[in-house]
């Protein structure tokens, strides 16, 4: 049987690939720690979770507009308002089942065969996989050590052609957790200007920042206009599998997302959408409890991973993710990777599953206790021990 080329053109995910063998080392007696995946270790704050059964109590079980429910959407429109200082509205926002088919939707709705995507490396590689699956290319912009992990505006810049059609911001950032800065979003802003570029800005842990404030790009004025938004509930709120995701852009383009939805999944589920109304509305103690406990645990991974031979860690800014160097192992990525899951029963990612520019790094999650976190250094440090020369 035939199967059509573009379907071949869809990577995987690293971390669902290393989390498969993880589990089954695990039902082989093997103990693992796992620190591949990005999935905060909570429960759904209850008051979330009770919203969406009184909705079901209620009835909310039937087809909502493809687009989201109109009064959802204005709360996410506040909060974008609140929290991006840019006016928008309900017409601005479509409500989907998660950021991924929001990030999809958007890339395809703006790129045609041959043209290019400049994608963040390392970054999360569902970027360049549906960039390739739509018959365009992904270019890869650097993050550098030495930089915070940040854009560079003059190898920004140098990437653009006469096909470059959209930029794709992600901060703070997985894998590495940096945060890009007002002047870099302003700088890259100018830029898109310039070269007539879109902006799709990947926002979903942009409650997660522990160093100063989070920034998003929308907030420098005139850039809705060429912007795509994206954020969710998933991570802030723990709510992975809840499937909720938002857009928040220009509005002629959620019309014709609106239209995508209609032809695609029809619509997001009804009753959990009111989720969204209560998380973005309701208490936030859970929320920030979630916060100071990952800031926590970043400071204890930093460390720890510093304080071994071989490995140097830079302190993240945002996100729960951190992204050592491993050079001073003598180890490549994948080796290390494999290593730390076969003998020592670690799991982590290697920093190649989000790009070339990820060799010499790997991508621990610290979104686990601190008990598993120092268990997982001790063995580490152990491990690494039993191979020197």
């Given at each position: 049987?035939?199967?059509?080329?573009?379907?071949?053109?869809?990577?995987?995910?690293?971390?669902?690939?290393?989390?498969?063998?993880?589990?089954?080392?695990?039902?082989?007696?093997?103990?693992?720690?796992?620190?591949?995946?990005?999935?905060?270790?909570?429960?759904?704050?209850?008051?979330?979770?009770?919203?969406?059964?009184?909705a079901l109590l209620e009835g909310h079980t039937h087809y909502?507009?493809?687009?989201?429910?109109?009064?959802v959407r204005e709360v996410v429109a506040e909060e974008f308002?609140?929290?991006?200082?840019?006016?928008?509205?309900?017409?601005?926002?479509?409500?989907?089942?998660?950021?991924?088919?929001?990030?999809?939707?958007?890339?395809?709705?703006?790129?045609?065969?041959?043209?290019?995507?400049?994608?963040?490396?390392?970054?999360?590689?569902?970027?360049?996989?549906?960039?390739?699956?739509?018959?365009?290319?992904?270019?890869?912009?650097?993050?550098?050590?030495?930089?915070?992990?940040?854009?560079?505006?003059?190898?920004?810049?140098?990437?653009?052609?006469?096909?470059?059609?959209?930029?794709?911001?992600?901060?703070?950032?997985?894998?590495?957790?940096?945060?890009?800065?007002?002047?870099?979003?302003?700088?890259?802003?100018?830029?898109?200007?310039?070269?007539?570029?879109?902006?799709?800005?990947?926002?979903?842990?942009?409650?997660?920042?522990?160093?100063?404030?989070?920034?998003?790009i929308l907030s420098v004025p005139g850039a809705l206009e060429?912007?795509?938004?994206?954020?969710?509930?998933?991570?802030?709120?723990?709510?992975?599998?809840?499937?909720?995701?938002?857009?928040?852009?220009?509005?002629?383009?959620?019309?014709?997302?609106?239209?995508?939805?209609?032809?695609?999944?029809?619509?997001?589920?009804?009753?959990?959408?009111?989720?969204?109304?209560?998380?973005?509305?309701?208490?936030?103690?859970?929320?920030?409890?979630?916060?100071?406990?990952?800031?926590?645990?970043?400071?204890?991974?930093?460390?720890?991973?510093?304080?071994?031979?071989?490995?140097?860690?830079?302190?993240?800014?945002?996100?729960?993710?951190?992204?050592?160097?491993?050079?001073?192992?003598?180890?490549?990525?994948?080796?290390?990777?494999?290593?730390?899951?076969?003998?020592?029963?670690?799991?982590?990612?290697?920093?190649?599953?989000?790009?070339?520019?990820?060799?010499?790094?790997?991508?621990?999650?610290?979104?686990?206790?601190?008990?598993?976190?120092?268990?997982?250094?001790?063995?580490?440090?152990?491990?690494?021990?039993?191979?020197?020369?």
């Amino acid at each position: 049987m035939q199967y059509a080329e573009r379907i071949r053109r869809l990577e995987s995910e690293g971390a669902f690939a290393v989390l498969a063998k993880a589990k089954q080392m695990e039902r082989e007696g093997k103990s693992i720690v796992h620190l591949q995946i990005g999935e905060p270790d909570f429960d759904t704050p209850r008051n979330i979770t009770e919203a969406a059964y009184k909705a079901l109590l209620e009835g909310h079980t039937h087809y909502a507009p493809s687009g989201g429910i109109p009064e959802v959407r204005e709360v996410v429109a506040e909060e974008f308002r609140k929290t991006r200082k840019v006016d928008v509205s309900a017409d601005n926002v479509i409500i989907f089942p998660g950021c991924k088919p929001v990030i999809f939707a958007a890339i395809m709705a703006l790129v045609e065969d041959g043209d290019e995507v400049i994608v963040p490396n390392p970054g999360y590689p569902t970027y360049r996989s549906v960039t390739r699956f739509l018959g365009a290319k992904p270019v890869p912009v650097p993050l550098r050590e030495e930089h915070d992990f940040r854009f560079s505006l003059d190898e920004f810049r140098s990437l653009i052609t006469s096909k470059t059609r959209v930029i794709i911001l992600n901060s703070p950032e997985n894998p590495t957790g940096g945060v890009l800065t007002e002047e870099d979003l302003e700088g890259i802003y100018r830029v898109a200007v310039e070269n007539d570029l879109w902006i799709i800005t990947d926002e979903i842990y942009s409650r997660l920042v522990y160093d100063g404030e989070f920034k998003s790009i929308l907030s420098v004025p005139g850039a809705l206009e060429r912007t795509v938004a994206v954020d969710g509930m998933s991570k802030t709120y723990a709510m992975t599998g809840w499937r909720l995701g938002y857009g928040v852009m220009p509005k002629e383009m959620a019309d014709y997302l609106f239209t995508f939805a209609i032809n695609n999944f029809s619509s997001t589920a009804t009753f959990a959408q009111y989720a969204i109304v209560e998380a973005l509305t309701g208490p936030q103690d859970e929320v920030n409890k979630m916060v100071e406990q990952f800031r926590k645990r970043r400071d204890v991974i930093v460390d720890g991973l510093n304080a071994i031979d071989g490995i140097t860690c830079l302190k993240p800014q945002g996100a729960f993710y951190v992204f050592p160097n491993i050079t001073g192992t003598g180890l490549k990525s994948k080796e290390f990777a494999d290593l730390m899951l076969e003998q020592a029963g670690v799991a982590c990612l290697s920093g190649t599953s989000f790009g070339q520019y990820g060799e010499d790094y790997v991508r621990f999650s610290y979104a686990n206790s601190i008990e598993n976190i120092e268990e997982a250094l001790r063995r580490i440090k152990k491990t690494l021990a039993g191979i020197k020369v």
